[in-house]
T-cell receptor, first 116, second 114 residues
């Protein structure tokens, strides 16, 4: 597609369950980011993938959170044993950054996660 | 480490009035600065950016921002608000040279009333 695609758009789960959120970046984009948007908290950086380099995981809030990017394209964010405080909108963004970070990110519409 | 502070989580203006959204940053090295906008039910999109050169930068839809190093600010302005400007606006900073990720502020929700 032409833009960043995220699925599901909405996910309601019970506390303690695992969830997977998917991101399809723009074709040819080398960099992929995950951010979390909580009410009143702005955008919280979670993880950054750039080409074949080791990902920057410095923003992951706990070891219940993990992400992978297969074949340099699609990414999956996994949250294990979900807690109510994990409820938020999870945003994926991609960018063409063959040499260095550009800051010009293209965002998907997000996956809204609600943990009951 | 970089950080961004946006003063005012909600701003309300009348249609036709000046829009001023405030952003202050903290960076130990010269920053690159950005404003992103999120319209209702849409993803974020880049509004404008400052990297080097002219400190007054112009973006889409009549918005502009001025980098003031002495004030560590990058406030966003528009001379005359339009109803369609109602959205959430995010200021962001990154290390110049492109060696670090983009850090966002908490956002300011702009309401425009008739």
């Amino acid at each position: 597609g032409a833009g960043v695609s995220q699925s599901p758009s909405n996910k309601v789960t019970e506390k303690g369950k695992d969830v997977e959120l998917r991101c399809d970046p723009i074709s040819g984009h080398t960099a992929l980011y995950w951010y979390r948007q909580s009410l009143g908290q702005g955008l919280e950086f979670l993880i950054y993938f750039q080409g074949n380099s080791a990902p920057d995981k410095s923003g992951l809030p706990s070891d219940r959170f993990s992400a992978e990017r297969t074949g340099g394209s699609v990414s999956t964010l996994t949250i294990q044993r979900t807690q109510q405080e994990d409820s938020a909108v999870y945003l994926c963004a991609s960018s063409f950054e063959p040499h260095r970070v550009s800051g010009e990110l293209f965002f998907g519409e997000g996956s809204r996660l609600t943990v009951l | 480490a970089q950080s961004v502070t946006q003063l005012g989580s909600h701003v309300s203006v009348s249609e036709g009035a000046l829009v001023l959204l405030r952003c202050n940053y903290s960076s130990s090295v010269p920053p690159y600065l950005f404003w992103y906008v999120q319209y209702p039910n849409q993803g974020l999109q880049l509004l404008l950016k400052y990297t080097t050169g002219a400190t007054l930068v112009k973006g889409i839809n009549g918005f502009e921002a001025e980098f003031k190093k002495s004030e560590t600010s990058f406030h966003l302005t528009k001379p005359s608000a339009h109803m369609s400007d109602a959205a959430e606006y995010f200021c962001a900073v990154m290390t110049s040279g492109g060696y670090n990720k983009l850090i966002f502020g908490a956002g300011t929700r702009l309401a425009v009333h008739p």
